[in-house]
């Protein structure tokens, strides 16, 4: 190894040529890249939501006493929906500000489908009718399937 500089290297350059063209290592696993990290992370927050949208109304049913258990699962769904719709923006190349997260928080009910317009045009719109009428219709189902338990259990 030859230690002394090439004519017109400077001495005191990082090894590489280019410290912007550098990569870091992919990592092993289903996590290669940073993209299939982020559909698996929409997709879990997708599934969250649906369960914890599912989870709101049986305890609405069953347990209407209990507002600060209903409070806290209602705060932890509109965070996987939000998390699920700033994931979607970013994957789709049109990320949301971070200065606009707490206001896209709080207005979640209109932010989500003009989130949605925004990142995938008129198709966002539809995808948003699309989780809504699922979102009803899984919590739906998962009531009536514990009624039916319920019917039964007391039979």
């Not at 369960?51 to 699962?73: D, E, H, K, N």
Request: aromatic share 10%; with cysteine.
């Amino acid at each position: 190894m030859d230690s002394q500089p090439k004519d017109n290297q400077n001495p005191y350059a990082s090894p590489s040529d280019d410290i912007t063209s550098a990569k870091p290592a992919p990592l092993p696993g289903y996590f290669a890249d940073s993209d299939n990290r982020a559909k698996w992370l929409k997709t879990n927050l997708l599934i969250s939501a649906y369960a914890l949208f599912s989870v709101m109304q049986l305890l609405a049913i069953y347990t209407p006493s209990r507002r600060l258990l209903g409070i806290v699962i209602g705060v932890m769904f509109v965070s996987a929906l939000i998390g699920w719709c700033i994931t979607d923006a970013r994957i789709e190349g049109k990320p949301i500000l971070h200065s606009l997260y707490w206001i896209v928080f709080f207005t979640w009910p209109v932010a989500v489908p003009i989130c949605l317009m925004r990142s995938r045009g008129i198709r966002g719109l539809g995808l948003a009718a699309l989780h809504a009428f699922g979102l009803i219709g899984t919590a739906t189902l998962v009531v009536i399937a514990v009624r039916y338990l319920v019917w039964l259990s007391n039979k």
